[in-house]
């Protein structure tokens, strides 16, 4: 049965894109999130969005999270550390603008940006809440740090964890006044990168091949991913994912026009998307996206780790299967108008260069 109440809600809702919120942050840098009260598609689709900005010198202090995530890396280069769950010896991995990484539940991270940094490392993460406490958004759980897990427990039970005095144990749990990030201390040494940690953790998008699927290395997270560049003026296929997904898109750089259409052919928002910004389509509506002249480039999640898109333009496209006969009575039209429609885009499959000038 068609639920109708939850479509006539999805077919309401403002769909339009944000940017976050800052939720926290200081001298080492801010982590921002984009709540399902701004946003209210993140609830629907249980996804949730952030984004890290660290300075140079600045420590995000280890955590874990609620959610299976992909995290993105925006711009800059720094580290990540990462303790998977029952492993003995941290990954320290040397990260770089482009690479995407699978954070699975149970996984403690920390992430840093050196003090010699001549920009931010500015990080995204995208990822499923429907484990998670808060559908919609992210609830990460702080090791250490004046929101640290364990200025809740009493010093008896950290000394007797820890193997520590009482009076230890309240001085190691209440010295670092910072809470989330923190700046490292001028000359202090942070661990080396390891570049054979990247092994098996990261693809970078921006140095794969065109066409390399990226969906392998994320989905074990439950989640497909890609990233888009179209040039200026180009336009973006009218498609839809056809298993059921929900697409989550995150506009990194350059701006352009997308159009979303739902029920009953009703365009449900036509926006100007810029840089920073967010939206995501619900299940099965169509979505088309036209670059400004500054073209446009986007980093995309699909809530399915095998996604599946059904495009309506192009060679590739559902007109090309369907028989002619079929075309001229669902259009209405003559079979003169039917060839001239099946005889274009035969060489473009889902990115259109702009038309040519008169």
């Keep these: 049965m068609v639920n109708r109440t939850a479509t006539a809600e999805v077919m309401s809702m403002d769909l339009s894109p944000k940017l976050p919120a800052k939720a926290y942050g200081g001298d080492g840098g801010s982590y921002y999130d984009w709540s399902p009260a701004d946003l209210p598609m993140l609830g629907v689709a ?165 066409d390399v699927d990226i969906k392998g290395r994320v989905k074990e997270v439950g989640l497909g991913a890609d990233l888009v560049r179209i040039d200026a003026r180009s336009m973006c296929s009218p498609g839809f994912s056809c298993d059921s997904a929900y697409q989550v898109t995150y506009i990194v750089r350059g701006s352009g026009r997308v159009q979303v259409v739902g029920i009953d052919g009703k365009r449900v928002f036509e926006t100007r998307a810029e840089g920073g910004c967010l939206f995501i389509v619900p299940r099965f509506f169509v979505v088309s996206k036209i670059a400004d002249d500054t073209g446009m480039e986007w980093f995309s999640i699909i809530t399915t780790p095998n996604p599946i898109f059904s495009h309506l333009a192009g060679k590739t496209s559902v007109w090309k299967a369907i028989s002619p006969e079929v075309l001229e009575t669902s259009f209405n039209t003559t079979p003169v108008m039917e060839k001239l429609f099946r005889s274009k885009r035969l060489d473009s499959e889902i990115f259109f260069a702009p038309p040519a000038a008169n």
């Excluded at 482009?98 to 920390?110: E, H, I, Q, Y």
């Excluded at 995208?126 to 990460?140: E, I, R, V, Y």
Aim: aromatic share 8%.
């Design 46 to 210: 249980s996804i949730g969005a952030a984004k890290l900005h660290l300075a140079a010198g600045g420590l995000a202090l280890p955590s874990y999270s609620d959610s299976a995530k992909v995290a993105y890396v925006l711009q800059g280069t720094g580290s990540c550390g990462v303790v998977l769950p029952e492993a003995t010896k941290e990954k320290v991995i040397p990260v770089k603008e482009g690479d995407a990484l699978a954070l699975p539940f149970g996984v403690v991270t920390w992430w840093h940006n050196a003090h010699a940094a001549s920009t931010d490392l500015v990080v995204l993460f995208l990822g499923d809440t429907a484990k998670g406490h808060k559908a919609g958004q992210f609830t990460n759980f702080q090791l250490t740090g004046s929101s640290g897990i364990f200025t809740g427990f009493s010093t008896e039970f950290v000394g007797r964890a820890w193997d520590l005095t009482q009076e230890d144990a309240a001085k190691l749990v209440s010295t670092q006044p910072g809470s989330g990030i923190v700046k490292v201390k001028d000359g202090h040494k942070m661990p080396e990168p390891v570049e054979a940690d990247r092994a098996g953790m990261v693809l970078n998008c921006l140095e794969a091949p065109l």
